[in-house]
């Protein structure tokens, strides 16, 4: 692609990167075959060659956005499946973050757009806001078709609503990664890994991190819990740079401490979506002398947990013959991270049977927080995905990323499709003789 750019418009480096990107790509059209919105809508706009027209425009022009490139970037669910497609390598996600911090600092949203995405801002990424807000919507749920039909944010306020969980973990199950902790190895130390505490998924589902900690200590390695928080991966997809890299920092300096204080083999993450971001902090603070090494490293240590899985010696002491599982790859996961065989592996060493979902490339709507910005769209793709891991015939879901499990699961009760949706780590420490995750049915 030809770009047009003044010399000193390339004075910065995400300009100069950006620039570099853009003539990466050749027009050929393949990412179209593979785009969730283009699959649905048929709008080259609402494609990744569309919208890379778009950015190219925009950013050559060094004009604020418009309300049509607002519109097609915010449709796009950053699932970066493109990018699995893309012959020419062009790496989609750094320029849609690049554009989506263009419109957040040129463009001004109507106040409706505003007060949601602030909201969601402002609440998700911290435990305790989160919590208190999950709590309020309990309250709010019977208010559900009155709130749909406020003008400008009902649908989007509706859609929160119906994500919210009926009734929460208990506070001391979600408070396992409040403070710094280390719960030792049994037996032998084989390892010493540090894991993602996060936001959301302590406040939502803490049994996955419980599973991944009984697991790991089972297993000989050694758990740290830094005490960190939120990685920064919701709001810097939605073009919140300076409050992305304030909790990206956050989260550097926790684990950088923990690097200080003794060998570190990986930085265990159970949210792929967390563990795309956390992988491309290096990139995020390459321009930032202070910070730019502690980030490399932080990077280079970060492993899906079960990435880091697969590297481990595991006896599978209950064999789960015949259970069958419909394994979903959450985007962050197969395109994010790249990550395809490692989970599936896994289960099939632990005696599961595992079944490919069809279309499994494609989205499940989840996205981040795009299933409150996006309702509709992420409703359709929800509604399909749920309807090919039916062709299955499984009797469990298995994904490894909390936002495909909410998602999958609305999902599955609105179609009154009676399938559990858990988290592979659950599954895995079943097998090696944990506790039945608490949505699976009793076995017979």
């Known amino acids: 692609m030809q770009t047009h750019f003044r010399p000193e418009q390339l004075d910065t480096p995400q300009m100069r990167e ?39 425009e925009m950013l050559e022009s060094g004009k604020p956005a418009s309300a049509p490139v607002v519109t097609h970037l915010d449709r796009c669910l950053s699932c970066l499946s493109c990018m699995t497609t893309c012959p020419s390598g062009v790496h989609y996600m750094h320029l849609v973050d690049h554009a989506r911090a263009h419109v957040e600092a040129t463009w001004k949203r109507p ?18 806001r989160f919590r208190l807000a999950l709590r ?10 009155l709130i749909a039909r406020l003008p400008g944010v009902g649908e989007r306020l509706a859609a929160m609503l119906a994500l919210a969980p009926a009734r929460l973990p ?38 996955i991190n419980a599973a991944a900690v009984r697991l790991l200590t089972r297993n000989g390695v050694e758990v740290v819990l830094a005490g960190e928080g ?14 992305a890299h304030a909790l990206a920092r956050a989260s550097i300096d926790a684990w950088t401490r923990e690097i200080a204080a003794g060998e570190l083999d990986a930085i265990v993450v159970t949210a792929s979506g967390c563990g795309t971001t956390i992988k491309d902090y290096g990139f995020m603070f390459r321009d930032e002398p202070e910070w730019a090494g502690k980030a490399a490293a932080v990077s280079a240590l970060a492993k899906d947990v079960t990435e880091y899985l697969a590297t481990l010696d595991i006896d599978w002491t209950r064999q789960a013959a015949g259970l069958t599982v419909a394994y979903h790859s959450a985007c962050s996961m197969q395109h994010g991270q790249q990550i395809r065989d490692e989970p599936k592996d896994l289960l099939r060493r632990a005696g599961f049977t595992v079944k490919d979902v069809p279309e499994g490339h494609i989205c499940c709507g989840s996205a981040g927080a795009y299933n409150m910005l996006q309702p509709e769209i992420a409703g359709r793709l929800r509604d399909r995905k749920v309807g090919n891991i039916e ?10 990323n909390l ?10 009760a609105l179609a009154g499709v009676r399938m559990p949706v858990v988290h592979t780590v659950e599954l895995l420490d079943w097998a090696n003789g944990g506790p039945l995750p608490e949505k699976m049915p009793l076995p017979a």
Request: hydrophobic share 40%; charged share 20%.
């Open 18 to 56: 950006s620039e570099k990107l853009l003539r990466s790509c050749v027009h050929c059209g393949f990412c179209t075959a593979t785009c969730p919105t283009y699959l649905l809508l048929g709008d080259e706009a609402d494609s990744p060659r569309g919208r890379i027209y778009m950015i190219k």
């Open 111 to 128: 106040p409706a757009d505003r007060f949601v995405r602030a909201l969601i801002a402002a609440v998700l990424p911290y435990r305790d």
């Open 391 to 400: 062709k299955t015939g499984a009797q469990i879901v298995a994904t490894g």
């Open 136 to 145: 309020a919507a309990a309250l709010a749920r019977p208010l559900k078709g």
């Open 230 to 243: 939120c990685c920064g991966a919701l709001v810097h997809h939605m073009g919140r740079e300076g409050q």
């Open 170 to 207: 208990a506070a001391q199950a979600q408070r396992l990664a409040q403070a710094r902790r280390v719960i030792p190895a049994e037996g032998e130390r084989k390892g010493r890994v540090a894991l993602l505490g996060g936001c959301a998924q302590p406040v939502l589902d803490p049994g």
């Open 403 to 412: 936002g495909c499990m909410t998602q999958i699961g609305q999902g599955a």
